[in-house]
């Protein structure tokens, strides 16, 4: 059986599809925010939109980024998710968010 304290980084999640959901379609659906109320075994990394944009195929909302940081933090905020802001740019930025996992472990 596998290590249930093993730690996991996902880049994608039942957040990001609550918050995309919302954006695109409305109001999730009620399993969605059943599940979101359940799991409360995770720490999120919330990287703020400090950085330059950049262009790529799966990208969207250029000139919406700052609204879209700000559902992100009104869900986590409203299902009671713990997380911690990422900001800054290059070796700053990643080393932020390293301090936080190693105090997470």
Do not use: C
Request: aromatic residues 10%; charged residues 30%.
């Amino acid at each position: 059986m596998a290590d249930q304290t093993a730690l996991r980084i996902l880049d994608t999640d039942a957040v990001v599809l609550y918050v995309w959901w919302l954006e695109k379609f409305g109001h999730p659906a009620g399993w969605l925010e059943e599940h979101l109320h359940a799991i409360k075994d995770r720490h999120y990394l919330l990287t703020k939109p400090d950085v330059p944009w950049e262009t790529d195929p799966l990208r969207e909302s250029q000139y919406d980024r700052e609204r879209i940081h700000a559902l992100y933090t009104r869900t986590l905020e409203e299902f009671g998710s713990p997380y911690t802001e990422i900001e800054g740019l290059g070796g700053g930025r990643l080393n932020r968010a390293i301090e936080v996992v190693d105090s997470l472990i």
